[in-house]
């Protein structure tokens, strides 16, 4: 049972951020920003602090988590890189890019935060309070998306508040993150290079580094895990509809681009781009359907939008909101690894 915690909100001024960083250090929880969304970080080499993470957000302890570090050296350090991930690491960290590689042997990464597998998934973020708490944590810090887990993920402060307040020691306020959807999961496993999650990184800008296309996920049990695949993740309350070019009465309306949709009347609207660059309807997407969800509606119909470059993010993090909710027993364990 989580016994209720006076969550301390902080600022992005250097001193808070040294607290947060010591918060960190002692085994607390603290969420942060990055440049994709805000992070609950604990520390990764400390299983209690992690079984105390997995508590806060209501996650399923098979599920790994992402070691977060300041430096891309640093990152060397915990799992053995294979050239095409040393070459995607320095094209693309500091930045919204995570690789999954074999842990290191005696990697600080501890088990629970690995969910026991012998992989290690690292990333190095681009945020400039989000790798001054780090340098200040001085260890790896587990960081899964500060929110209860199966919610949408937290753009803003305010978006962690609704979620963990009073589950979590502090929270620091560095403002609305600037790329909006979780990074990019690349897995560097056995020689095949696996696109496990879209996200802040577009596949074109990967595929043009690497020479080559990425594998798809497999979403067999017992192969490597496809994070986040196949599940009512990114869950609203209300039920979403996507491609919809025509309302259903009593519809929310989510838009993209300056087409008006024919049919009912909305109940309510809200665009994720006007001009339609898919950099802002990132940045809004995860506010958009907070807002919308909070919202009285038979439903929010989403408006089509294009799948290529950091559409390929958005329309699969849509694809989950609009996804039948599973029972999770109907699925087997090695398929589990929602996107928490
Ligand atoms: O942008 C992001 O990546 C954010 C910010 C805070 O950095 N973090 C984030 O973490 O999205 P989370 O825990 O919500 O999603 C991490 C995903 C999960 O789907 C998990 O299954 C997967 O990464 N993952 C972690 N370790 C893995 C591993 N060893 N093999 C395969 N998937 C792994
Ligand atoms: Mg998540």
């Known amino acids: 049972m989580l016994s209720p915690t006076q969550t ?3 600022t992005d001024r250097p001193e808070d951020l040294a607290r947060a960083g010591a918060l960190l250090a002692a085994g607390a929880l603290v969420a942060f920003p990055t440049e994709t969304v805000y992070g609950l970080g604990a520390d990764a080499t400390n299983p209690e602090a992690i079984a105390r993470l997995y508590a806060a957000k209501g996650r399923p302890h098979f599920n790994p988590l992402i070691a977060h570090v300041a430096r891309t050296e640093e990152a060397f350090a ?5 050239p095409e991930a040393r070459i995607l690491a320095e094209a693309f960290w500091p930045g919204p890019l995570t690789l999954v590689v074999p842990a290191r042997a005696g990697s600080p990464v501890c088990e629970l935060a690995r969910a026991g597998l012998d992989s290690v998934a690292i990333r190095v973020p ?11 944590a001085g260890r790896p810090v587990a960081a899964p998306s500060a929110n209860r887990s199966g919610h949408v993920s937290a753009s803003n402060a305010r978006h962690v508040e609704e979620d963990l307040a009073g589950r979590i020691a502090a929270l620091v306020d560095g ?14 496993l ?24 990425l594998e798809a996920a497999s979403t067999d049990a017992g192969k490597p895990l496809a994070p986040g ?17 025509a309302l259903r009465p009593g ?64 329309q699969d993090r849509l694809l989950r909101a609009a996804a039948p909710r599973e029972a999770p027993e109907s699925v087997a364990p090695a398929t589990l690894a929602k996107g928490a």
């Open 251 to 314: 519809e929310a309306y989510l838009g993209f681009g300056s087409a008006e949709p024919g049919g009912a009347e909305p109940v309510a609207a809200m665009n994720l781009s006007q001009t339609g660059d898919l950099a802002e309807a990132a940045s809004r997407l995860y506010g958009c359907l907070r807002t919308l969800d909070s919202l009285p509606s038979a439903g929010i119909a989403v408006a089509p939008l294009p799948g290529t470059g950091l559409g390929e993010a958005i």
């Open 190 to 213: 056995g020689g095949v290079i696996t696109l496990l999650r879209p996200g802040g990184i577009p596949r074109e800008a990967i595929e043009a580094k690497l020479g080559r296309a």
């Open 8 to 10: 301390t909100v902080l």
């Open 126 to 136: 681009d945020h400039p309070v989000a790798r001054a708490i780090l340098q200040a």
């Open 78 to 82: 915990l799992g053995d890189f294979p």
């Open 229 to 245: 695949r196949l599940s009512s993740h990114y869950a609203p309350q209300h039920g979403v509809r996507l491609n919809a070019t």
């Open 175 to 188: 403002g609305a993150t600037p790329i909006g959807v979780e990074s990019t999961i690349v897995g560097c």
